[in-house]
């Protein structure tokens, strides 16, 4: 079974910059870089928003971080990164950042992704911005 944890996050001021990290383990022959992934979010009393996608090397933003925040993915043994570094950060940026993988493997699906696409979650890490 595959397993998200996130890590990272915590508050900041406004225009400073954060990174959060998911690691991204388990399921034995789950070949994560041919899987999309992603970071969602969610704000107090908000919907849970797709932030930024990737599927191999090919990320995609939404349009409210595009040219801030910057996703990556690294590579261990069975293991992998999902990796966001979010600059320029605004107090709208506030909410419980979520990485999430989709299976079975495949290219993302186009923007904004479904949510119900994605089929693994982490539990989520707080990020808050204050102005």
């Known amino acids: 079974q595959v397993q998200l944890v996130e890590s990272g996050g915590g508050s900041v001021q406004a225009g400073g910059s954060l990174s959060v990290s998911c690691t991204i383990s388990?399921?034995?022959?789950?070949?994560?870089?041919?899987?999309?992934m992603g970071w969602f979010r969610q704000a107090p009393g908000k919907e849970r928003e797709a932030v930024a996608i990737i599927y191999n090397t090919l990320p995609k933003y939404s349009d409210s971080v595009k040219g801030r925040f910057t996703i990556s993915r690294g590579y261990g043994e069975s293991t992998v990164y999902l990796n966001l570094r979010m600059n320029s950060l605004e107090p709208e940026d506030t909410a419980l950042y979520y990485c999430?993988?989709?299976?079975?493997?495949?290219?993302?699906?186009?923007?904004?992704?479904?949510?119900?696409?994605?089929?693994?979650w982490g539990q989520g890490t707080q990020v808050t911005v204050s102005s």
């Open positions: 388990g399921a034995s022959g789950y070949t994560y870089s041919s899987h999309c």
């Open positions: 999430a993988a989709r299976s079975p493997s495949g290219p993302c699906q186009g923007w904004p992704p479904a949510l119900h696409e994605f089929t693994d």
